[in-house]
């Protein structure tokens, strides 16, 4: 039972290189989000998405993009990474807005 | 939108001391939920309220939601060495929750 798996866990990017983080969850979740935490910010909704083929935006999206082609799956894009992204992304699903579960976390390094 | 402020930032307590952290949000809540973060790792649910004036207990650790619905405190009686982390209350804000900033509990032994 992997629960919410993200991938990668670490990542270090130059200034203006794009990339993908990778969200899955096997619980069957309608909803799913994309947090980043840092350090005295707590986390900070970025994108969400209340079901397949549906996307919305968080408290700080700008920079980012997501896609929910599968029920499963929840992408997070960055198209032209910056420095200010560096951060430690969180993924979680939910049923509904009840408890949600978090992957490990994917650090990101932007230089 | 919708703000979630948590006092105080950081508390560093002896062990056996109390510890309570607070959490207040600028728009009435449907729910608040509460979670446990470990140093260098991933929030973990704790509980959630739904009702006015709501008080829920689990083990050593007591949750409160305010009659007005827009606060909620989370009190530790007799803290642990276990309790060590970041706690975090979530506020619900139309098929989202948004995440208070966090309060870093230390205990010293």
């Known amino acids: 039972n992997a629960g919410v798996t993200q991938t990668p866990k670490f990542r270090v990017l130059k200034t203006g290189q794009s990339m993908t983080l990778l969200c899955a969850q096997d619980?069957?979740?309608?909803?799913m989000y994309w947090y980043r935490q840092d350090p005295g910010m707590g986390l900070r909704l970025i994108h969400y998405s209340v079901g397949e083929g549906t996307t919305a935006k968080g408290e700080v999206p700008d920079g980012y993009n997501v896609s929910r082609l599968k029920k499963q799956n929840f992408l997070l894009g960055l198209e032209s990474a910056a420095p200010s992204q560096t951060s430690v992304y969180f993924c979680?699903?939910?049923?509904?807005?009840?408890?949600?579960?978090f992957g490990e976390g994917s650090r990101l390094t932007v230089l | 939108g919708q703000q979630v402020m948590q006092i105080p930032q950081y508390q560093h307590v002896q062990e056996g001391e109390d510890f309570t952290t607070y959490c207040n949000s600028s728009t009435t809540l449907s729910n608040i939920q509460w979670y446990k973060q470990r140093p260098g790792g991933h929030p973990v649910f704790l509980i959630q309220?739904?009702?006015?004036?709501e008080v829920k207990k689990q083990k050593r650790l007591t949750f409160q939601f305010g009659e007005a619905k827009k606060n909620s405190s989370l009190h530790i009686t007799a803290t642990q060495t276990t309790d060590v982390g970041t706690y975090f209350c979530?506020?619900?804000?139309?098929?989202?929750?948004?995440f208070g900033t966090g309060t870093r509990l230390q205990v010293f032994p």
């Open positions: 619980m069957n979740h309608e909803y």
């Open positions: 979680a699903s939910s049923e509904n807005t009840g408890e949600l579960f």
């Open positions: 979530a506020g619900d804000d139309t098929d989202k929750l948004i």
């Open positions: 309220l739904v009702k006015s004036g």
